[in-house]
């Protein structure tokens, strides 16, 4: 019974460090990154006007440290891909060739550095947030339990510990994560 809630637990709380993972690649460095890119939402005309993500439609490669190239694996959506990157704010200008398009990245100042650095922050914190509350949402189920007499006290206790210990583990991981970001931003 209690097995149930704990694992349940600690998939969602790895959930959350994916989810946490995904918003850090999206965050600018001084280097070209797919992952800038990747997850842009792009509307295919050619496709009945429907929303795919760019990496469903293009090789995204990096071929020298401040130029993406995004090379379309059907050229119609080639208009579709550069009108999307315009759109997002993304502050990129898009090169197109005819065949692909290139971004080049410029460098980033200092001031944008600690902003970026902020974002990291945030997106950290409301990582935490949420893994305490799977944690906060699993203690409530297991007092249930112990309530229903369906787990015993001393069932629950433990059950609780593990929980507690599997949040500082993935608290530490979100940490770490945020760190090393913050780590590339700065350099």
């Known amino acids: 019974m209690s097995e149930e809630i704990v694992l349940d637990a600690e998939e969602r709380m790895e959930s959350s ?3 946490l993972k995904e ?14 890119v990747d997850s842009l939402n ?9 929303d795919m993500t760019l990496k469903s439609l293009a090789t995204v490669s990096v071929p020298e440290p401040s130029q993406i190239l995004i090379r379309p694996f059907d050229v119609g959506t080639l208009k579709d891909i550069e009108k999307a990157i315009i759109n997002s704010n993304l502050g990129y200008a898009p090169n197109n060739d005819g065949r692909v398009i290139r971004l080049n990245i410029p460098a980033l100042s200092t001031e944008v550095r600690k902003k970026m650095c902020t974002r990291i922050k945030e997106f950290c914190e409301s990582c935490k947030v949420a893994m305490r509350n799977v944690r906060r949402d699993a203690n409530k189920a297991l007092d249930q339990k112990e309530k229903d007499k369906l787990i015993s006290e001393d069932e629950r ?4 510990e593990t929980i507690q ?6 608290e ?8 090393a970001r913050e780590k590339d931003v700065m350099e």
Do not use: C, M, Q, W
């Open 157 to 160: 206790d433990s059950a609780k």
């Open 23 to 36: 918003n850090l690649n999206g965050i600018r460095t001084g280097r070209a990154n797919p992952g800038l």
């Open 172 to 179: 530490e991981k979100a940490d770490e994560l945020a760190k």
């Open 42 to 50: 792009v509307n295919v005309a050619s496709y009945g006007g429907s």
């Open 165 to 170: 210990k599997s949040l500082k583990k993935f």
């Open 17 to 19: 460090i994916a989810h």
